[in-house]
Structures are given as structure tokens and as C-alpha cells.
């Protein structure tokens, strides 16, 4: 089947935890507003957002079309793709875990992006700094290492010790807790020199998704968009000053 993901295309974003799923199975998709051409680009997408169909139109982007089917919200299209690309265990109640796992990444995802919208995405980062500082204290003392710890003990509390999250194998939590190392390591590199002697596990895994062929050729491919001060993952050195 051939996957449309439907997502902003000037930013990783909340698209790149699914860009990521899609790379590593070498899944046949394209990145529909990226593209020009009939039934591309952005007015493709918005015609799906705001149009008479489908029935049950996603609220934002990310979301994915496979042939009829749409689905939306990034937990819940990793979730619906898991099995279908081989990243996530057969079993039930390992699935519901994977995707409990996932929420917890998108909580992750929400703190972040709080950090430089606290008051209102309405509102540009200048707009909201003293609030920003602070938020981005109570991120990079309290909150990151709660959350970055919990995913620690669960990957050292894994049955299959492979250094994975859940299971075995790679799932597509896996590829997710490999791209918030990545932009908690551009958003805040000081508070993540800190952090990362206590995270072992989540740095070496880390290290062994960007070791992947599929994904290695991803990284270094112009389909891998930068960081940048538009997406989730800002770096604004004064939220990492205090550290």
C-alpha cells in the first residue's frame, strides 16, 4: 500500500515521529504537501482538513491516508501502523503497551513546545520570554528528568534486554525516543550534557537507530529537514542558560 502523510512541509515537527516509522520499514509513501503536482502540495492538504470530505475530517496535521482510510494524531497513526510495518510486537497487550508508551511520548512532546509557547501558539516566542524562562526552568529541572528517567527504568525493565523498549526488536517507540534525544540535544545541549550520564540506555539507543541502514540513509537525505527555530525542538540559549 502507498501512505500519504499529510503535514506541514517546511518543519520535522510531530510529522517526523511517523516520517521516521515510514523510512525505517521502507514503506512506500509520499509526503504529500512537500510535493507539487495534482492531489499535492499544501492545498491538497487543506482540502482535506476543511473540505466536504471525508466524513470524519482530521482536526490538524499529522495525519495519514492509506487508500480510503484517514487517520490522525501521531500516537494514533504509529499505533495503526505498527503492525503493518513490523514495529510493533503481535501480541495485545504488548500493542496497548507500545502505544501507552507512546502517549507518554507525546506528554514529552506537549512540555517541550511549552517551553516556548507557554501562553498561546497564537502569540510569537518574544511575545511570551519572562513566561517562557520560566517554564523552560521547571522543563530542564523537573520535568525532563522525570520523564527521560521513566523511560530509562523502562527500557532497562524490558523482559527481552536487548536494549529496546518494548519487546525484542525496534518498535516505533523505539524511533520515537531516538528523535527526542535528538531535538532535546539541539533544544537544550546543556541540559542534556547534565542529563545523559543518567540516561545510558536512551543514549545508546540513540546511537543504535542512527546506525540503521534504512535510517542512516534517511539522515543524511535531503527528506530529513533540519531543527530549527520553527518546529517543536527550539534551541533559545537563554532557556538553556540556567543550567
Not at 513566561?131 to 528528568?145: D, G, K, L, N, Y
Request: with cysteine; glycine share 8%; net charge neutral.
Amino acid at each position: 500500500m502507498r501512505y500519504e502523510l499529510f503535514y506541514w512541509p517546511s518543519i520535522q515537527g510531530r510529522g517526523e515521529f511517523v516520517r521516521l516509522a515510514l523510512e525505517e520499514a521502507g514503506a512506500d509513501y509520499v509526503d504529500v504537501a512537500r510535493e507539487c503536482g495534482r492531489g499535492l502540495g499544501m492545498d491538497a492538504m487543506l482540502r482535506l482538513m476543511e473540505g466536504p470530505e471525508p466524513d470524519r475530517p482530521p482536526f490538524a496535521p499529522p495525519f495519514l491516508r492509506a487508500g480510503k482510510q484517514v487517520v490522525a494524531q501521531t500516537a494514533n497513526i504509529l499505533q495503526f501502523l505498527g503492525p503493518r510495518l513490523g514495529l510493533v510486537p503481535k501480541a495485545g497487550a504488548t500493542r496497548l503497551w507500545a502505544h501507552q508508551l507512546q502517549l507518554t511520548v507525546e506528554d514529552l512532546v506537549i512540555d517541550v513546545h511549552d517551553t516556548h509557547h507557554p501562553v498561546a501558539m497564537s502569540l510569537y516566542y518574544e511575545d511570551q520570554q519572562p513566561e517562557s524562562r520560566r517554564r523552560a526552568q521547571f522543563f530542564t529541572r523537573e520535568r525532563a528528568p522525570e520523564l527521560l528517567g521513566y523511560f530509562e527504568r523502562v527500557l532497562q525493565r524490558n523482559p527481552g534486554r536487548r536494549g529496546y523498549l518494548v519487546g525484542r526488536s525496534l518498535s516505533y517507540v523505539d524511533l520515537s525516543l531516538f528523535q527526542i534525544v535528538a531535538g532535546l540535544r539541539y533544544a537544550f545541549p546543556k541540559m542534556m550534557a547534565r542529563l545523559e550520564p543518567e540516561i545510558p540506555g536512551l543514549v545508546a539507543l540513540h546511537e543504535r537507530v542512527a546506525r540503521r541502514s534504512n535510517i542512516a540513509a534517511y539522515l543524511a537525505s535531503d527528506r530529513r529537514l533540519p531543527f530549527s527555530e520553527d518546529g517543536i525542538f527550539r534551541h533559545y540559549p537563554e532557556l538553556d542558560a540556567h543550567e
